[in-house]
């Protein structure tokens, strides 16, 4: 298992302590013996990398996560990415395209957030987090294998950007009534695609996970989400996965609740 710490933040000023959260996930894994499927968890053999990054210069920040994710997928069979808020998730699945491409296989996005991530921008080179899927969405991504799960708060310019562009979406509603059914939908939808899984840690609920920029009532409980993670780490053409917007300075207020969570779902994907 590879992982990277990516602590980049492009989130208009309302993101600054996620830089910090990949160590502080890994500190709190050392408390995980043994994940649910019995699965020893010894920080110490796991492969590690970190992208230094300068957040004061977005565009060498940009390319340096492109290309090390690149290197990554080229070289490395599955790669989890802890950010970091959701702005460094446009370089990584930048990358994942260019390497699917290069390849001739067919890439695969499902994103699990609270909001839709598809305001305009500034500057689609450097989107920050409330704009990054559709600057992805801009470069080429292929809209029809894209999904949306979470989905519980959006601006009309984003409602009205996923109509456009046809973006499938799951709502929450929809899992309250058939978890299981749910999640069969989900890797039905990847069957045959090389697959890459953004988590932005609000799609859960804050009464869960309470440190992030922007909490939404109505989210996931942290089981139902661990099961969720549980399934889709089965999926044999899973490649990529990132687990972003934790706040680890907002969350000493909370007793470690949301960086504890995110150790957590890491340790059901090893």
Same mark, same amino acid.
């Given at each position: 298992?590879?992982?990277?710490?990516?602590?980049?933040?492009?989130?208009?000023?309302?993101?600054?302590?996620?830089?910090?959260?990949?160590?502080?996930?890994?500190?709190? #894994?050392?408390?995980?013996?043994?994940?649910? @499927?019995? =699965?020893?968890?010894?920080?110490?053999? #796991?492969?590690?990398?970190?992208? $230094?990054?300068?957040?004061?210069?977005?565009?060498? *920040?940009?390319?340096?996560?492109?290309?090390?994710?690149? =290197?990554?997928? /080229?070289?490395?069979?599955?790669? &989890?990415?802890?950010?970091?808020?959701?702005?460094?998730?446009?370089?990584?699945?930048?990358? %994942?395209?260019?390497?699917?491409?290069?390849?001739?296989?067919?890439?695969? #996005? &499902?994103?699990?957030?609270?909001?839709?991530?598809?305001?305009?921008?500034?500057? /689609?080179?450097?989107?920050? $987090?409330?704009?990054?899927?559709?600057? +992805?969405?801009?470069?080429?991504?292929?809209?029809?294998?894209?999904?949306?799960?979470?989905?519980?708060? @959006? $601006?009309? @310019?984003?409602?009205?950007?996923?109509?456009?562009?046809?973006?499938?979406?799951?709502?929450?509603?929809?899992?309250?009534?058939?978890?299981?059914?749910?999640?069969?939908?989900?890797?039905?939808?990847?069957?045959?695609?090389?697959?890459?899984?953004?988590?932005?840690?609000?799609?859960?609920?804050?009464? %869960?996970?309470?440190?992030?920029?922007? @909490?939404?009532?109505?989210?996931? *409980?942290?089981?139902? %989400?661990?099961?969720?993670?549980?399934?889709?780490?089965?999926?044999?053409?899973?490649?990529?996965?990132?687990?972003?917007?934790?706040? /680890?300075?907002?969350?000493?207020?909370?007793?470690?609740?949301?960086?504890?969570?995110?150790?957590?779902? +890491?340790?059901?994907?090893?």
């Amino acid at each position: 298992m590879f992982i990277v710490k990516v602590p980049g933040i492009n989130g208009l000023g309302k993101t600054e302590g996620c830089e910090n959260s990949g160590n502080k996930i890994l500190d709190e #894994l050392k408390n995980i013996y043994m994940n649910e @499927q019995g =699965k020893i968890v010894d920080v110490s053999l #796991l492969d590690l990398e970190e992208i $230094h990054l300068d957040n004061s210069n977005l565009e060498l *920040t940009n390319n340096l996560i492109y290309k090390n994710s690149f =290197k990554a997928f /080229e070289n490395k069979l599955k790669i &989890i990415f802890l950010g970091g808020d959701h702005s460094i998730s446009y370089s990584i699945t930048k990358a %994942f395209l260019e390497h699917c491409k290069k390849s001739g296989k067919e890439p695969c #996005l &499902i994103v699990f957030d609270a909001h839709p991530d598809c305001m305009e921008s500034a500057d /689609e080179k450097l989107p920050t $987090h409330e704009e990054w899927l559709r600057s +992805l969405i801009n470069i080429g991504f292929p809209t029809k294998n894209i999904i949306l799960v979470g989905v519980r708060n @959006q $601006h009309i @310019q984003e409602s009205s950007f996923l109509k456009e562009k046809n973006i499938k979406t799951i709502s929450m509603n929809r899992f309250s009534e058939d978890l299981q059914d749910t999640c069969d939908i989900l890797m039905e939808f990847s069957n045959k695609k090389e697959l890459y899984v953004s988590i932005d840690i609000d799609c859960i609920d804050p009464a %869960f996970a309470p440190s992030t920029g922007y @909490q939404e009532p109505g989210g996931f *409980t942290s089981r139902q %989400f661990i099961y969720l993670i549980q399934r889709i780490n089965k999926i044999k053409a899973l490649r990529g996965i990132d687990i972003v917007e934790i706040n /680890e300075k907002e969350d000493k207020k909370n007793n470690n609740l949301t960086i504890k969570l995110g150790a957590k779902i +890491l340790s059901e994907l090893l």
